[in-house]
């Protein structure tokens, strides 16, 4: 016999989750005239939405048109599709590329977010479709989209954190118990049942964080290895659709940024320096041979299993001009000793236990091959304005990677829906973000979670 409830209230839409993919859904079903209810387990809004670096990639844009820069959607889902090892699942990928630029545009124009007049290639894209908000952070964007929430009379409460579905005989989800005033500590809380009249669209986010959910995926990724994540980025969310009968994708395949230094915690700041100039205009040295290891602007998966496979952090390298001409300030990560200055290669070389005779060898070899437009190593795309690395003083950081993005999740159909291993939807239950899993395959390209959470937040607000 099923269990009777005494619902402590009911909404037509509940969103589980505070982020850029929940903040989406909940503005798209508040706009459709919708009573909707955010929850949001922390005391502040964002999730790890908040720490990003804003950016977000999309392709045949206006200011692409604007910089003289050719892209279609079909370039994009064949870098998305090689980058993600094939892996990804074709419905999905389709839906993201078809509206990644409305999903652009609607930031611009409908959150009148500002971008930086400038459109960046990333690691895996072969042409530059990549967008930062002005500040350099997901902040601006998020500020936006509460104020929409706000203009819409879309509560969030906060402390609340999601407990279990609650479904009717037909097994189609009807509600959920969270708690509310909940203590992250004690892990407990004030136990509420809320009915949903249309349904629940969860949005909470990837377990990059979750040690030992993602330690049981990929046996690698214990507690050595540190994460980019705010510490709530768990998996009960997740585990509590699983019990439901949801599908799961491709729940083994983790990201890990290349870009991460062990000298500081969590995402930090020397991302800036490595993904932004390093990675375009400089190289990866093994300190304990002085050579390059790997295509620094191939995709996230690529760079940091090479880095990986030293057994060691490896070591970033660019000059004065790279980072003067990239227009990118990294004054933060200089300030607080993760990015170093040399006057001198020697200097360098010295700091950090690299041999320099190998060490020049490697740097006068990869000049060569910036001087003749080719790098006939690994095949890094050289730009037709390139330089060697040949201006000092020489910026360093040491790279190590962290787990960064959880590319498994809910199996959705492309309404986004949650469907289960047979295929059939389960009814009243919808997920965007980083919990859902199949749009990337073995590896998300850089700048494209945002993108990811905007499309299928849109979409499952607009379905529900």
């Known amino acids: 016999m099923r269990e009777?409830?005494?619902?402590?209230?009911?909404?037509?839409v509940l969103v589980v989750g505070s982020g850029f993919a929940g903040l989406t859904a909940a503005i798209e079903a508040g706009e459709a005239g919708k009573n909707v209810l955010v929850i949001e387990k922390?005391?502040?809004?964002?999730?790890?939405?908040?720490?990003?670096?804003?950016?977000?990639?999309?392709?045949?844009?206006?200011?692409?048109?604007?910089?003289?820069?050719?892209?279609?959607?079909?370039?994009?889902?064949?870098?998305?599709?090689?980058?993600?090892?094939?892996?990804?699942?074709?419905?999905?990928?389709?839906?993201?590329?078809?509206?990644?630029?409305?999903?652009?545009?609607?930031?611009?124009?409908?959150?009148?977010?500002?971008?930086m007049d400038r459109v960046d290639l990333f690691g895996g894209h072969r042409v530059p479709r990549c967008y930062t908000p002005e500040g350099i952070t997901g902040n601006t964007i998020l500020k936006r989209m509460i104020r929409k929430v706000e203009d819409l009379e879309i509560p969030i409460l906060y402390n609340t954190c999601f407990r279990r579905f609650i479904q009717d005989e037909k097994g189609s989800v009807m509600g959920c118990m969270v708690d509310r005033e909940y203590d992250h500590k004690s892990n407990t809380g004030v136990?509420?049942?809320?009915?949903?009249?249309?349904?629940?669209?969860?949005?909470?986010?990837?377990?990059?964080a979750d040690v030992k959910f993602r330690s049981i995926q990929d046996p690698r990724l214990d507690e050595s290895?540190?994460?980019t994540n705010k510490p709530f980025a768990t998996s009960e969310v997740l585990k509590s659709?699983?019990?439901?009968?949801?599908?799961s994708?491709?729940?083994?395949?983790?990201?890990?940024?290349?870009?991460?230094?062990?000298?500081?915690p969590g995402f930090g700041h020397g991302p800036m320096f490595a993904d932004y100039i390093v990675f375009k205009h400089g190289?990866?040295?093994?300190?304990?041979?002085?050579?390059?290891?790997?295509?620094?602007?191939?995709?996230?998966?690529?760079?940091?299993?090479?880095?990986?496979?030293?057994?060691?952090?490896?070591?970033?390298?660019?000059?004065?001009?790279?980072?003067?001409?990239?227009?990118?300030?990294?004054?933060?990560?200089?300030?607080?000793?993760?990015?170093?200055?040399?006057?001198?290669?020697?200097?360098?070389?010295?700091?950090?236990?690299?041999?320099?005779?190998?060490l020049s060898e490697s740097i006068n070899r990869y000049n060569g091959f910036a001087n003749k437009g080719k790098d006939e190593d690994f095949g890094k795309p050289i730009f037709q304005d390139a330089k060697g690395i040949e201006n000092p003083p020489y910026y360093a950081m040491r790279l190590w990677p962290k787990v960064h993005f959880t590319m498994g999740g809910l199996r959705i159909n492309k309404k986004a829906q949650v469907v289960?291993?047979?295929?059939?939807?389960?009814?009243?239950?919808?997920?965007?973000?980083?919990?859902?899993?199949?749009?990337?395959?073995?590896?998300r390209l850089a700048s494209c979670a945002i993108t990811e959470c905007i499309v299928f937040g849109r979409i499952a607000g607009q379905n529900i």
């Open 283 to 358: 190289i990866i040295i093994n300190p304990t041979t002085g050579q390059r290891i790997v295509n620094e602007l191939g995709d996230r998966k690529q760079s940091a299993d090479a880095i990986l496979a030293t057994g060691h952090p490896c070591v970033g390298i660019a000059d004065h001009r790279a980072v003067t001409e990239s227009g990118w300030d990294i004054s933060k990560a200089i300030d607080k000793g993760v990015v170093r200055v040399f006057d001198t290669m020697e200097d360098l070389a010295s700091f950090y236990g690299i041999d320099l005779e190998s």
């Open 42 to 115: 922390m005391k502040t809004a964002g999730g790890n939405s908040i720490i990003s670096d804003g950016g977000i990639a999309a392709p045949g844009t206006l200011l692409q048109e604007k910089h003289g820069l050719e892209d279609s959607q079909q370039l994009m889902y064949e870098d998305m599709l090689k980058a993600g090892l094939g892996l990804n699942h074709p419905n999905l990928l389709r839906t993201f590329v078809t509206n990644a630029g409305d999903a652009f545009q609607w930031t611009v124009d409908y959150l009148n977010v500002p971008y």
């Open 4 to 12: 009777k409830y005494r619902w402590d209230k009911q909404v037509d």
């Open 249 to 264: 994708v491709q729940l083994s395949h983790i990201q890990l940024g290349a870009w991460a230094s062990p000298d500081e």
């Open 420 to 443: 289960d291993f047979d295929g059939n939807v389960i009814k009243g239950l919808y997920a965007a973000g980083e919990v859902v899993g199949g749009v990337h395959g073995a590896s």
């Open 241 to 247: 659709a699983l019990e439901i009968g949801a599908a």
């Open 191 to 208: 136990s509420t049942y809320i009915k949903t009249n249309k349904g629940i669209i969860l949005a909470s986010g990837g377990y990059g």
């Open 225 to 227: 290895i540190q994460t």
